[in-house]
């Protein structure tokens, strides 16, 4: 089949099942656009690159596919690099196409030329700089191979001008041939068996789970050791519905903001039994001081994460889910052979943190942000696709909305991108049509993308927005209430003039809902939900309202403060759980 380069583009994008591409189009890829203009795969313009790939990271995230984005050459390209450094840090399968000058002209500082292999090198897991057009289809396929396989991650194909207006006889391998790219899926036998003996010796076990997991659609696996074992779990931002959160063992999201009882019971723990997670310092705090009474056994297929910021007892590399079924298998071969100690004392010991120490806020005063969320996640019943912005939203988000399944909450960890939520929302809204997709956010990251909401309108994408509006930066007025003395130097927004979202959401064609009091809040969220299309509903809370509890950067896991600042009846707490015993 002989084809042009662009052609050949799309039929490989068709042949790998692709269903949506966002981007911008610009001069050197519109030979690309021009063949996307006859293809089933549907097309959406967003509003700016980094809107683009935040979507298709958004779309990756909610549905377990590759993401797909476009952008032209210089300025496109460097727009993308912010979201595919976030895919990387997250490790989220994306490939994104960047249009190049032409061959002869590279290196030339031609009109909108930029070196977009070079700068995305240390943030993708591969990059391409196609030369020939009948490189295309190979290199296509690779890159999806590449993306989607081992520890997920974004792969970049930069494609000059003249190879995509090149021809080629079209021929799709029936898989790539990669001799040098070989992850390990399958983890080692004897290290499984010494995993499963620490599990049944231990006494004060916790298992921890992060976004591998879910990666590796390994919640059920997780569940299961954990129940059968009665593991109290605790996670990552990442891992958040890994594990159900309304499970009695669950004990939330643990370091810097996770629960007080989750970081104590890391603190106490004499096993760490690490899946899919990265040990950063966000979790681990001082990490000279974090866990130094457990062992630990980390499983991951990534070998470069394994003891690279925690001493590791057993390393097993491999795929969450296919090691986790044959350490469930070895466990129970091993049971009849150990004599397991009791776990209700370290169960007893956890019920009471959960009591003693719950998440907790004070209703009382203005709107609090706690209490929206929470009251979102009650109207809800904890079935919405959540995903979030950056900053204070992002950590109320995580504490109160509690969520049961993978792939419900999509938010940026590792890079911490403000105006991430509101691309992603229409990525997973794009993903998920029949799913309500609610994006948290918070009046400083939202404006950092704000023109997409003009492509959620135009899409008819019925993403309802909730902004929890303090008219700060908020986490960084947080930090410089806590530890420059409340010296707000560059954190506010000034509230009352920037801008109105009402009005931007209606000038949008949105619909736009404001809210300042408690008795306002229910209705409001049932009103936004009732709505066909998208919301944006601007609730405005407590200026000083703080993220409690908070590990201060540098101080060790069990070093909180905050969180224990009212009396018992006034404060909307928690329930704890009964242990199991």
Known sequence: MRLTGAKAIVKSLEDEGVEVIFGIPGGVVLPIYDALYDSKIRNILTRHEQGAIHAADGYARATGKVGVCIATSGPGATNLVTGIANAHMDSVPIVAFTGQVATNMIGTDAFQEADTTGITLPIVKHNYLVKKASDLPDVIQEAFYIARTGRPGPVLIDVPVDVSRGELDYQRKETPRLPGYRPTYKGHKRQITEA????????????????????????????????????????????????????????????????????????????????????????TGKLSEFATGAKVIHIDIDPAEIGKNVGVDIPIVGDAKAVLKELIQTVDALRKEENSPDLRPWHKLIYDWKKKYPLNYQLEGKLKPQYIVEKLYQITRGKAIICTEVGQNQMWASQYYKCDYPRRFISSGGLGTMGFGLPASLGAQVGKPKDLVIDIAGDGSVQMTSQELATAVIEKLPIKIFILNNGYLGMVRQWQQLFYNRRYSGSCLKREVSPDFVKLAEAYGLKGIRVTDLDQVEPAINEALSHRGAVLVDFQVEEEENVYPMVAPGAPLYD???????????????KAEEPFL
């Not at 996670?235 to 007080?260: D, I, N, Q």
């Not at 909180?560 to 928690?574: A, N, Q, T």
């Open 196 to 283: 499963a003996r620490l599990i049944l010796r231990s006494e004060r076990p916790v298992l921890f789970v992060g976004g591998g997991v879910i990666n590796s659609d390994a919640s059920a696996e997780v569940k299961k050791l954990a129940v059968d074992n009665h593991l109290p779990v605790t996670h990552t931002l990442m891992g958040k519905g890994a594990f159900p959160e309304t499970h009695r063992y669950s004990l939330g999201m643990l370091g810097m903001h996770g629960t007080r009882y989750a970081n104590y019971a890391m603190c106490e723990a004499d096993l760490i039994i690490g899946v899919g997670v990265r040990f950063d310092d966000r979790i």
């Open 560 to 574: 909180m403060i905050g969180d224990i600042l009212y009396p018992v009846e006034k404060i909307h707490p928690e």
